[in-house]
């Protein structure tokens, strides 16, 4: 990506890092379920967090504790409908990197279809650490 294509991305704070906004996705998290109740739809969606949790270790689920206990008090209340993807990079280095690269952090939650992703992004990483949640990436050559 040129340098004049960067200055165009959406940008975050993220505690006191600035990153770039570099997808944005929103899937319906009940594509594909025929029939069901909320409890098994909170499962199937954990089931679905922990495959893309283990693919991407620097995913970062927002309210991934408390989706874990409504699953467990078998809450009988469906999940809001959207499911949104960010991925968001930032020129920071980790001390000591000496290797070209950026860092990089995807941040995954539920909302629902009322509810503006861009504006809840913003809200949800701006208290995060960047330094401890984003992963180093090596420009390929």
Known sequence: MTKARMHELRGYEVGPVRAG???LTVEDD???MLEGTPYLHRRMSL???GTAMAADPHLYVHDLDVLRADAESRLDEWLPRERVRARLTS???PGGCTEPGHTELS???FQTAAEDPFA???AI???L???SLAGFVPFED
Request: charged share 30%.
């Open 47 to 49: 089931l679905r967090i």
């Open 21 to 23: 906004l570099r997808a």
């Open 30 to 32: 009940r594509e594909g």
């Open 107 to 109: 941040v995954m939650w």
């Open 129 to 131: 650490d960047w330094a």
């Open 120 to 122: 809840r992004l913003a």
């Open 91 to 93: 020129g920071w280095l």
């Open 125 to 127: 990483v701006r208290p």
